[in-house]
């Protein structure tokens, strides 16, 4: 399973970690266009006209299909490019640490959430199975019962 690519944006000594730059170079050399997720951990909402984003504030409870992270078709590099930069001047200016996380849509991550269902799956198949079993006998013994204290 490979690591996710992701870039933490904030404020400016936080993207000068030698992490920090290693990962916004391999989240920037990925192929485009491409969907990433974008996600906003600040209190006030994330715009950026240009891919049609509208996030809430981390802080705010969401409203009729409201969000505070979503996926986004990124046409270029300069598109990611200008929405780092807005996003970290907004961090800069407001002292948010971290300010907005945008992560690679992994391919490898649906067959480990099917899985994850399937094993999930099986125990509740077991469960009901094992449960269905004894419930017509205690329905039958459970209506005899109703009877006489009805």
Do not use: C, W
Not at 25 to 46: C, G, Y
Not at 110 to 130: C, F, I, L
């Amino acid at each position: 399973m490979s690591r996710t690519k992701s870039v933490k944006i904030g404020t400016t000594t936080q993207n000068a970690t030698p992490d920090a730059t290693a990962d916004r170079d391999a989240v920037e050399a990925l192929s485009f266009p491409r969907k990433l997720r974008v996600t906003n951990q600040m209190p006030i909402a994330l715009v950026f006209a240009e891919l049609g984003m509208y996030l809430i504030g981390n802080t705010r409870v969401p409203k009729d299909g409201e969000k505070n992270s979503d996926e986004f078709k990124f046409a270029n590099e300069d598109q990611l490019k200008r929405l780092e930069a807005d996003a970290e001047a907004l961090a800069n200016i407001h002292k948010y640490n971290p300010a907005v996380l945008i992560e690679e849509i992994s391919e490898d991550a649906a067959p480990a959430v099917v899985e994850a269902a399937t094993a999930a799956g099986e125990k509740q198949t077991e469960d009901p199975a094992q449960d269905s079993a004894p419930v017509p006998p205690a329905n039958e013994n459970t209506a005899g019962a109703q009877s006489p204290a009805a």
